[in-house]
């Protein structure tokens, strides 16, 4: 009997050991999102919209932990709150939540892409929070008019970390919220043309401590996605720039693919939400590994004696080595870029031209910016010399 006792004892301690280790995992999980959304120099992030919908009903669990595991580093919600003041993940519209019990609202199934009804129900954002553990960060959209009653539920579960509210209110709204006490990040959404308002619209954000910033239109040509306002995005501790790609609306008309997310990550956009999770996740694992062959490529590059080869060849060294500066060291790097820089340097190293006898000769012959001033300078003393001996034979005279 007290072998069994004891037998007992030590499995249970065993399990509260998993039990701890796996919520030292989740904690050390949503630490990772946070300081990687708060480093604008951290590469691309993802946001996968509603989750893997794909293969389940936007807006369940299911779809969240398939996104998840494709490797989302956030995943965007819908939120409403029934008649009794219970927050779900639903469209208010779509299924009228907000004249629903929660009693009533839980008994919903929620539908597939194609319209079918699935067998996956609507829950709460609580038991969302409480009954799987995300390394993703949740993004709540339209959760602004009961953000308080959002921030409370996630101070009771310790779990502001893991949400974050998006909204189209304006940024003075949202910076007088977070002055009075707000605790959940936002990000704001600007939808605007004018290019001292999106300007202002990140500054405004980024003094009240937030981290990212949306822009979307469906023009094409909008200032937000103009070079000039990249480099904003791109410079300084500056918020990060959200894109959402899912609809050619939100985007000025750009595909959600490679194509789209390399144009939108040269543009300096380093957050992008896509309807195809595992697609970005694998251009976005790409762009890293292609990150890491470049900055190999350049170390070597840098080590190349000069001294030792042609002029002309270390000259279209220096150039593709500042091309790959370029790529490597400033926020709006894109696959292709990378790629093509890669392919410069490579080809700058393979065509370096060892110094012959005669390229020496030469060499000691090359003008440079001292020798030309020494020349000026020599060039004038005489010029001075020669008009002070006229002077002085003309009083001799």
Known sequence: MKRLIRTSILLYIAILCVTASCVCTFAIGTDDISAKISD????????????????????SLEAIRSAEKSGADMVSVSVAMTKDGVIVLSENEENNISNLTFEEAEKL????????????????????????????????????DIKDKIAALCKKLDSTERVILRTDASAKEIAAWKQNGGSIPVIGVYKGNIVFNAISHISRLSKCG????????????????????AKRYSSGDNARAV??????????????????????????????????????????????KESDNLLSLYEKAKAVDASAYSPVSVKNLETALK???????????????????????????????????????????????????????????????????????????
């Open 40 to 59: 604008n120099n951290g590469g691309i992030l993802s946001i996968s919209y509603r989750g893997d919908t794909a293969s389940f009903p936007k807006n």
């Open 323 to 397: 091309n790959a500066e370029e790529a490597l060291f400033t926020k709006n790097t894109s696959l292709g870029k990378l790629q093509s820089s890669y392919s410069t340097l490579t080809e700058s190293l393979n065509n370096l031209t060892v110094l012959q006898q005669t390229d020496t000769q030469r060499g000691s012959l090359n003008i440079t910016a001292g020798k030309i001033a020494s020349v000026f300078i020599f060039g004038g003393l005489l010029l001075a010399g020669e008009i002070y001996l006229i002077k002085m034979r003309k009083k001799e005279k």
């Open 210 to 229: 937030e981290k990212m910033v949306q822009y979307q239109s469906k023009n094409y040509f909008c200032v937000s996605f103009n070079n000039f306002s």
């Open 109 to 144: 199934f929620l539908k597939n892409n194609d319209g079918s009804v699935s067998k996956y129900t609507i829950v709460s954002l609580e038991k969302a929070l409480k009954r799987f553990m995300p390394k993703a960060v949740l993004v709540l959209d339209n959760g602004w």
């Open 243 to 288: 894109v959402s790609m899912y609809s050619k609306d939100l985007c000025g008309q750009r595909e959600d693919n490679v194509s789209g997310w390399d144009e939108m990550a040269g543009r300096g956009f380093s957050v992008i939400e896509t309807n195809d999770i595992e697609g970005l996740c694998n251009y976005i694992n790409s762009t890293e």
